[in-house]
T-cell receptor
Framework: AQSVTQPDIHITVSEGASLELRCNYS??????LFWYVQSPGQGLQLLLK??????LVQGIKGFEAEFKRSQSSFNLRKPSVHWSDAAEYFC???????????FGRGTSLIVHP | DADVTQTPRNRITKTGKRIMLECSQT?????MYWYRQDPGLGLRLIYY???????NKGEISDGYSVSRQAQAKFSLSLESAIPNQTALYFC???????????????FGPGTRLTVL
């Protein structure tokens, strides 16, 4: 069955530490891939997206993500986390030929000072 | 001013009551969506509309209905609210570039609904 998985429900990091949030998908062909962030009390905002080409994509707020076809993954990274990055992060995929995204269950990021 | 607005932002109601959640957008997008968010379940699609005359059911449409009054307005109704409809509801819009599926979704701030 087609699915998108975020294995980590919560991740805790110290401010200044590096971050990697995992996203795996199970689709026949590589779907379109997105990462969104939900800050407390707000709606979701697009961080970055991947359609094709260069497998390392840059986004807003210093985030990047790497597409790995062999691992069916699209992991989100940031080299140095700031306290303001504390939020919920959602991976989303859209099957090619479809218009509708499927969201992962989200990963809650907690940042310790 | 926000591009996607939702009213009300918070609502507490009782079982069996009819509730309407409203969404307005100034982005000029044709596509609009309603999602609900439950802890640990992510976002699930309730209904979506690609233009004023187009309404489609999403993954979890039972117990909900929608109305697309204009390009800019998309309302979600709970005809007879029940406690398991307690959730955070989001409206979203998306642009529609030539190739399907590449839309970026733009979300409203959400409506927190509690059904007692």
């Amino acid at each position: 069955a087609q699915s998108v998985t975020q294995p980590d429900i919560h991740i805790t990091v110290s401010e200044g530490a590096s971050l990697e949030l995992r996203c795996n998908y199970s689709y026949g062909a590589t779907p379109y891939l997105f990462w969104y962030v939900q800050s407390p009390g707000q709606g979701l905002q697009l961080l970055l997206k991947y359609f094709s080409g260069d497998t390392l994509v840059q986004g807003i707020k210093g985030f990047e993500a790497e597409f790995k076809r062999s691992q069916s993954s699209f992991n989100l990274r940031k080299p140095s986390v700031h306290w303001s990055d504390a939020a919920e992060y959602f991976c989303a995929v859209v099957e090619r030929g479809s218009y509708i995204p499927t969201f992962g269950r989200g990963t809650s990021l907690i940042v310790h000072p | 001013d926000a591009d996607v607005t939702q009213t009300p932002r918070n609502r507490i109601t009782k079982t069996g009551k009819r509730i309407m959640l409203e969404c307005s957008q100034t982005k000029g997008h044709d596509r609009m969506y309603w999602y609900r968010q439950d802890p640990g379940l992510g976002l699930r699609l309730i209904y979506y509309s690609f233009d004023v005359k187009d309404i489609n059911k999403g993954e979890i449409s039972d117990g909900y209905s929608v109305s697309r009054q204009a390009q800019a307005k998309f309302s979600l109704s709970l005809e007879s609210a029940i406690p398991n409809q307690t959730a955070l509801y989001f409206c979203a819009t998306s642009d529609s570039p030539g190739t399907s599926g590449r839309d970026t979704q733009y979300f409203g701030p959400g409506t927190r609904l509690t059904v007692l």
